[in-house]
């Protein structure tokens, strides 16, 4: 009978050994979230989920999954991914018999908000109701970020979106983001923190509607993942926060975001602001 399992020695020798190994963490969502830590070189994917991530697995190497005690989630995921060719083998005893031998775990780094920055847009002139909604998208922003378990510049998530409405406390007309953007400047702001400013305003513009809304000519484009998960973010709190359309749950934003945005005007903007929205909504849904 094929060998479906491999235990906690004979993976801690693979690991150490210069052979490539692929280390899937596989625990449900909420055993995952719960736990601060994660055996050293593991990528969470979620096991309710694996036909959006099979074809990330790496081909031609040893795959090892595991989950908290080695049971039926680590066993169906590993029963999938050999239906697909791939040479598997999970845990024995999962993460659990791992910390019990006394192998090594790192902890799941995460940013947090932090006062200082609040403080800061306090300070700048940022309205009470402006920083509650930019720290709402700060929240949503990073809860997305690490839901893809994406190795991402959390810290950029988090004050990207913090900083994102700096403006407001001058106007809330659309050169908001432009004037975001030098006073973040006169704030000492990293680059991208003030570029997060103007390229906020309808997610990205084109060089054709920047001369329509009189705005500066220049490269809005989101260029990385980051930036892309802080627009999405900052339009998911909008619907979940405006009392404009009727959820129940954060979540059904997110369910709901093709059907809401091509039905409110406040959201969609137009065809070119919905179909750039879409493509954020598309990319990220399927990394989580």
Known sequence: ?????????????????TRTVSLVDVRRKGDYEASSNIIPGALWRDPEKV??????VPGGQQTVVYCVKGGSVSQSVTDRLRNQGHDVLYLEGGIKA????GKKLAEKRRYTIKEADIDLLRSAGVSEDDIAHSVKVAEKALEIAYRTNKALDFEFVGRGALFHDLGKAKTHEIEHGKIGAEMGKVLGLPKGI???????????????????LQLPVK???????EERIIIYADRLVDIITEDIVSIDEEI????????????????????TTFSRYMNYHKE???LM
């Open 98 to 101: 791992w910390g019990d031998h």
């Open 194 to 212: 003030n570029a997060i400013m103007e390229k906020h305003i309808r997610g990205g513009l084109t060089e054709k509607e920047a001369l329509e």
């Open 1 to 17: 009978m094929e060998q479906s399992t491999i235990d906690v020695e004979a993976l801690d020798k693979m690991l150490s050994d």
């Open 219 to 225: 490269d809005y484009n989101l260029h990385t993942l």
């Open 51 to 56: 036909d959006h991530w099979i074809n990330e």
């Open 252 to 271: 059904e934003a997110e369910e709901r975001f093709e059907e809401i945005l091509g039905t409110i005007p406040k959201y969609g903007k137009n065809d």
């Open 284 to 286: 990220i849904q399927d």
